[in-house]
C-alpha cells in the first residue's frame, strides 16, 4: 500500500508529465479528443440554434444576416487551408437577433454573430471579416480543448493522484466527469486568456487578408469598440483575462506590413473574380 508521501510525490509527478504535454494533449488523453469534441460541439450547436429559431431570434433574411453569411462563405476557403488539427472542420455559420456585441465559435467551427455587434458598431463588410477570421481562429487553435485540458490539470492540482490516472493512459471517468458540463459552452460563458485572444487577432487579421479583406479593419473594430465598452483602464486591464482594446489595436498594426501585401494580392483575384461574374 503507497505511504501518503508516495502518493504525493506521484501526484506531482502526474501533474508535471501532463503540463510539459500540453493542455490540449492532456485533453486528448482523457478521451477528448479533436473528432469527440467537435461531434459534441456539434451537438450542443444544434441545440443552440433550435432554441434561437424557436424563440424566433434566428436571422436568416435581414442584410445583416446576408452579409455576415457572405463574409463568412469567402472565408470559409482559407480557413479550411488554415486547419492542422488533422480532423475536416463543419463549418456553420448562424446570426442572432441581439443587441449583445458578441461573437463565437465552439470546436469544428461552429459559429454565431449577434446582430447588435454588426448593427450597433455599423461594421462594414471587412470589419466583419476581421470578426469572423478571429473566431475562426479561435477554432482553429482549438482554445476550447485546451480549457478542457486546463480543467483536468486544475484537478490533478488539486489532489487526483497517480492512481487516478488509468484507463485512456490513465484517467478514468470520475476524473474528468466536471467536463460534461464544459462541452455545453465552448466559448460562450468562459473566457480564453489573453494570449489565446492574441493569437485569434493574429490568425484572423491573415486569414481575412487572404480572402481579400482589407486587415486595417480590424484596427477600426477594436477603435469602435473603445467607443462603446472602453476596457483600458489600468485595474481593468490588470485583472481581464482579454488585452485591453489598445492593446490589441497596437499588436494587429505590427501585423499589417506582414499581411496587407497578402490582402493587396488577393483583393485584385477578388476583384477580377467579380468582374467576370
Same mark, same amino acid.
Given at each position: 500500500?503507497?505511504?501518503?508521501?508516495?502518493?504525493?510525490?506521484?501526484?506531482?509527478?502526474? @501533474?508535471? &508529465?501532463?503540463?510539459? #504535454?500540453?493542455?490540449?494533449? $492532456?485533453? =486528448?488523453?482523457?478521451?477528448?479528443?479533436? *473528432?469527440? !469534441?467537435?461531434?459534441?460541439?456539434?451537438?450542443?450547436? @444544434?441545440? &443552440?440554434?433550435?432554441? #434561437?429559431?424557436?424563440?424566433? $431570434?434566428? =436571422?436568416?433574411?435581414?442584410?445583416?444576416? *446576408?452579409? !455576415?453569411?457572405?463574409?463568412?462563405?469567402?472565408?470559409?476557403?482559407?480557413?479550411?487551408?488554415?486547419?492542422?488539427?488533422?480532423?475536416?472542420?463543419?463549418?456553420?455559420?448562424?446570426?442572432? *437577433?441581439?443587441?449583445?456585441?458578441?461573437?463565437?465559435?465552439?470546436?469544428?467551427?461552429?459559429?454565431?454573430?449577434?446582430?447588435?455587434?454588426?448593427?450597433?458598431?455599423?461594421?462594414?463588410?471587412?470589419?466583419?471579416?476581421?470578426?469572423?477570421?478571429?473566431?475562426?481562429?479561435?477554432?482553429?487553435?482549438?482554445?476550447?480543448?485546451?480549457?478542457?485540458?486546463?480543467?483536468?490539470?486544475?484537478?490533478?492540482?488539486?489532489?487526483?493522484?497517480?492512481?487516478?490516472?488509468?484507463?485512456?493512459?490513465?484517467?478514468?471517468?470520475?476524473?474528468?466527469?466536471?467536463?460534461?458540463?464544459?462541452?455545453?459552452?465552448?466559448?460562450?460563458?468562459?473566457?480564453?486568456?489573453?494570449?489565446?485572444?492574441?493569437?485569434?487577432?493574429?490568425?484572423?487579421?491573415?486569414?481575412?487578408?487572404?480572402?481579400?479583406?482589407?486587415?486595417?479593419?480590424?484596427?477600426?473594430?477594436?477603435?469602435?469598440?473603445?467607443?462603446?465598452?472602453?476596457?483600458?483602464?489600468?485595474?481593468?486591464?490588470?485583472?481581464?483575462?482579454?488585452?485591453?482594446?489598445?492593446?490589441?489595436?497596437?499588436?494587429?498594426?505590427?501585423?499589417?506590413?506582414?499581411?496587407?501585401?497578402?490582402?493587396?494580392?488577393?483583393?485584385?483575384?477578388?476583384?477580377?473574380?467579380?468582374?467576370?461574374?
Amino acid at each position: 500500500m503507497m505511504t501518503f508521501s508516495k502518493k504525493i510525490c506521484g501526484a506531482l509527478l502526474c @501533474s508535471a &508529465v501532463l503540463v510539459l #504535454a500540453g493542455c490540449t494533449a $492532456v485533453a =486528448d488523453l482523457a478521451g477528448y479528443d479533436t *473528432r469527440t !469534441v467537435n461531434e459534441s460541439a456539434k451537438k450542443s450547436y @444544434s441545440q &443552440v440554434v433550435s432554441q #434561437a429559431s424557436s424563440q424566433q $431570434v434566428l =436571422d436568416t433574411r435581414s442584410d445583416t444576416a *446576408r452579409r !455576415v453569411h457572405q463574409v463568412f462563405n469567402r472565408m470559409t476557403p482559407h480557413a479550411n487551408a488554415a486547419n492542422q488539427t488533422g480532423v475536416p472542420f463543419e463549418w456553420q455559420m448562424s446570426v442572432i *437577433r441581439s443587441d449583445e456585441l458578441n461573437a463565437w465559435a465552439m470546436p469544428g467551427g461552429k459559429m454565431a454573430v449577434y446582430t447588435g455587434l454588426v448593427e450597433k458598431l455599423k461594421l462594414s463588410d471587412d470589419e466583419i471579416a476581421a470578426i469572423v477570421g478571429h473566431e475562426m481562429t479561435h477554432a482553429l487553435q482549438e482554445h476550447s480543448k485546451n480549457a478542457i485540458g486546463q480543467q483536468i490539470l486544475t484537478q490533478v492540482a488539486a489532489g487526483y493522484t497517480a492512481q487516478a490516472v488509468a484507463a485512456k493512459t490513465g484517467w478514468n471517468t470520475n476524473s474528468v466527469g466536471l467536463m460534461k458540463d464544459l462541452l455545453t459552452d465552448y466559448g460562450i460563458g468562459k473566457p480564453f486568456s489573453r494570449y489565446q485572444e492574441d493569437l485569434a487577432d493574429i490568425g484572423g487579421v491573415r486569414l481575412m487578408a487572404q480572402a481579400g479583406y482589407n486587415p486595417e479593419a480590424a484596427i477600426t473594430v477594436w477603435q469602435k469598440m473603445n467607443a462603446a465598452n472602453n476596457n483600458n483602464n489600468a485595474l481593468v486591464t490588470l485583472l481581464s483575462t482579454h488585452p485591453s482594446n489598445n492593446a490589441r489595436i497596437e499588436s494587429i498594426r505590427q501585423m499589417l506590413p506582414e499581411v496587407m501585401p497578402i490582402y493587396e494580392q488577393n483583393k485584385i483575384r477578388t476583384t477580377t473574380n467579380k468582374r467576370k461574374k
